[in-house]
């Protein structure tokens, strides 16, 4: 996987050399157009997996942009007007996650997202206790982080 993902940031080097323009969207198209060659050349089944995780990586990163923008706009909207919106309340989620990197990585992202704060981590690594501003139901908050970003998150690390 390292080896592909090495070849098609070389691949997109060389269009930005061969093009002439240094750019981010010259890169990225580089990228795009490295990656799509590599897939249409590998014969390898063990090497697939890079195929698969990549456009799941990108799927993420715009799954939680826009998680945070709403997060976010729902935060200064309540901020900016004089009623208060926000139902403060601490929810334990069960983790799907087991190594230590999966439960770091999921509550490093849980964090970022305005709104939710990490509290803590059970003793036996199987729940999060998170406090979230806005609760309206607490099996719906988990309902959602479980089919949005725990298990999108997990489909790129495992």
Known sequence: MIKNFLMNLLLSFLWVALTGSLSYSGFAFGFILGFFVLWIMNKNEEEQRYFYRVPKIFSFVFYFLYQMIKANIEVAYDVITPKYF?????????LSARSDFEINALSTLISL???TLILDVSEDKKALYIHAMYLKSPEQFVKQLKEGMEKRLLEIIR
């Open 113 to 115: 997202t305005p709104g």
């Open 86 to 94: 926000f139902r403060p309340g601490v929810v334990r989620y069960p």
